[in-house]
T-cell receptor
Framework: EAQVTQNPRYLITVTGKKLTVTCSQNMNHEYMSWYRQDPGLGLRQIYY???????DKGDVPEGYKVSRKEKRNFPLILESPSPNQTSLYFCASSSHSAQGAYEQYFGPGTRLTVT | AQKITQTQPGMFVQEKEAVTLDCTYD???????LFWYKQPSSGEMIFLIYQGSYDQQNATEGRYSLNFQKARKSANLVISASQLGDSAMYFC?????????????FGTGTRLTIIP
């Protein structure tokens, strides 16, 4: 079954304690991306990756890091989480498209609370 | 820059009625794609329908159709014969032609509640 998996699904942590949210896809997609969802703001892109070892900032990258060492995995790292990073996080993947025709597959989401 | 506007924060609709969720967009890209996603209370993002900017016909997927009016820059989602399971948050999104970043720009969403 084609899918994007994220772990953990729920996480409560304290300010400053480093954490990693994992993301994995089994569709051999080149493109992967992280979004955060906040009430009233929709989803906003944090980072994206066009392929292995190729990553770039999205609209709200501050306080986050990513890496793409393997095609299937795209972890999101919070080196020193702060309460304003409390949010619902989504990982997504897709094939590259010439005209935008390809659906982005979303993971189930990770609900993060930073106290 | 791209922008998606959803002006209906919430809607209440009687079961079995049709419902239209509004979406307007703004972009300078000559070619783009428009998407609708459904987010139930469980939180996952479910892809519903896609419309390409050069597609001649409006997209349809089962009970979902996209009313695409390019000159007015609108891409409204129409759900026919609504069901209780349609109660969810609905997001309109757009992707431009920046090859490389497949970023979706999302609207703020419309919360649809179907009344029995």
């Amino acid at each position: 079954e084609a899918q994007v998996t994220q772990n953990p699904r729920y996480l409560i942590t304290v300010t400053g304690k480093k954490l990693t949210v994992t993301c994995s896809q089994n569709m051999n997609h080149e493109y992967m991306s992280w979004y955060r969802q906040d009430p009233g703001l929709g989803l906003r892109q944090i980072y994206y990756s066009m392929n292995v070892e190729v990553t770039d900032k999205g609209d709200v990258p501050e306080g986050y890091k990513v890496s793409r060492k393997e095609k299937r995995n795209f972890p999101l790292i919070l080196e020193s989480p702060s309460p304003n990073q409390t949010s619902l996080y989504f990982c997504a993947s897709s094939s590259h498209s010439a005209q935008g025709a390809y659906e982005q597959y979303f993971g189930p989401g990770t609900r993060l609370t930073v106290t | 820059a791209q922008k998606i506007t959803q002006t209906q924060p919430g809607m209440f609709v009687q079961e079995k009625e049709a419902v239209t969720l509004d979406c307007t967009y703004d972009t300078s890209d000559p070619s783009y794609g428009l998407f609708w996603y459904k987010q139930p209370s469980s939180g996952e993002m479910i892809f519903l329908i896609y419309q390409g900017s050069y597609d001649q016909q409006n997209a349809t997927e089962g009970r979902y159709s996209l009313n695409f009016q390019k000159a007015r820059k609108s891409a409204n989602l129409v759900i026919s014969a609504s069901q209780l399971g349609d109660s969810a948050m609905y997001f309109c999104a757009m992707r431009g032609t920046n090859f490389g970043n497949e970023k979706l720009t999302f609207g703020t969403g419309t919360r649809l509640t179907i009344i029995p």
